[in-house]
């Protein structure tokens, strides 16, 4: 089955404490891109990738990394993470001439 | 300004009426219109897409895109308790160097709620 997978799905941490959320897709997209999702703000786009060690910054960047070593995972590494990073994070890819993006089931983080 | 406006809502209506969901955008090089679908703890799925102007239909699914008012709508024909959901529009240019990787530009989500 073609999916875009996220792990963990739900996350508590505290402020600093250094913390990966994974994300996988198994369909050889060259994109992939994370997002997270706020009341009120839609989803905004936090990085984004166009192949294998190929990254850039979306529209909030600040207070996150991301690494694509690998075609098919691209994990979002929060080095220290702070209460106003409680989000529901969401992973997506996509390929060359598809115009939508398949997103993951989410993962949904508190940071105290 | 956000770039792309939509009403939150939320919305409820009976089974059966016609729901129409709408967003407005400012940046004129979109060119890619869709929606997305998204049910409580899940992810977005799409569920129409539309290139420029035009209208384009899915069953009971009718989508809009008014490029010179920068206007695009969803219409939802006899709505189900089933389509309980909240709609993202979404939109994104060519993307650089022309490749169509460019980002998607999300409205904030309208809440959706059909009662039996």
């Known amino acids: 089955e073609a999916q875009v997978t996220q792990n963990p799905r739900y996350l508590i941490t505290v402020t600093g404490k250094k913390l990966t959320v994974t994300c996988s897709q198994n369909m050889n997209h060259e994109y992939m891109s994370w997002y997270r999702q706020d009341p009120g703000l839609g989803l905004r786009q936090i990085y984004y990738?166009?192949?294998?060690?190929?990254?850039d910054k979306g529209d909030v960047p600040e207070g996150y990394k991301v690494s694509r070593k690998e075609k098919r995972n691209f994990p979002l590494i929060l080095e220290s993470p702070s209460p106003n990073q409680t989000s529901l994070y969401f992973c997506a890819s996509t390929t060359s001439g598809r115009e939508t993006q398949y997103f993951g089931p989410g993962t949904r983080l508190l940071v105290l | 300004q956000k770039e792309v406006e939509q009403d939150p809502g939320p919305l409820s209506v009976p089974e059966g009426a016609i729901v129409s969901l709408n967003c407005t955008y400012s940046?004129?090089?979109?060119?890619?219109f869709m929606w997305y679908r998204q049910y409580s703890r899940k992810g977005p799925e799409l569920l129409m897409y539309t290139y420029s102007s035009g209208n384009k239909e899915d069953g009971r699914f009718t989508a809009q895109v008014d490029k010179s008012s920068k206007y695009i709508s969803l219409f939802i024909r006899d709505s189900q308790p089933s389509d309980s959901a909240t709609y993202l529009c979404a939109m994104k240019d060519t993307g650089a160097g022309g490749t169509s990787y460019g980002k998607l530009t999300f409205g904030q989500g309208t809440i959706l709620t059909v009662h039996p």
């Open positions: 940046n004129s090089a979109f060119q890619y």
């Open positions: 990738s166009m192949n294998v060690e190929v990254t």
